[in-house]
């Protein structure tokens, strides 16, 4: 489904499997990102996809042979709005979720989140300092702003 702020800013969530997806609070946290980041035109989509499919992406893409939560990518030029595609792990967002002893609701915005600042050109350390980032604090200050709201 694609939704624009009334500006030219466009999201669009959708998927391949059959899951219960919070399509209105991801629209949401995708336009926070563009928000902060002052995009007034732009699109964005966000899609969910299975274990196997995420894993393919992620071998064809990055060369790791194995699920991951998030994968974006960036299709706009330098000073043009953004233009980009965010790929979420489903299952892999489950996990993650049960791990951390958290809704899987609040997992999946915080990927989608974090696909965004991707595609806006955020990116953070590998490893241990990851969490630590400057990437990772606006990440999960967006998340709960957006949860915030009535």
Known sequence: ?????????????????DW?????????????????EGASAGEISVTFLTDREIRALNLEYLGKDRPTDVIAFALHGSGDPPL?????????????AREEGIEVEEE???LAIHGALHVFGHDHPEGDER???????LQEEILEEVLSRP
């Open 20 to 36: 219960p997806l919070p399509e209105r609070l991801l629209e949401n946290c995708v336009r926070c990102v563009g928000s902060r």
């Open 108 to 110: 999946l915005l915080r």
């Open 84 to 96: 980009g595609d965010v790929y979420v792990g489903y299952e892999q967002a489950q996990r993650q």
């Open 131 to 137: 969490t630590a980032s400057e990437m990772f604090r």
């Open 1 to 17: 489904m694609a939704q624009t702020d009334g500006q030219g800013f466009f999201v669009t969530v959708d998927q391949t499997g």
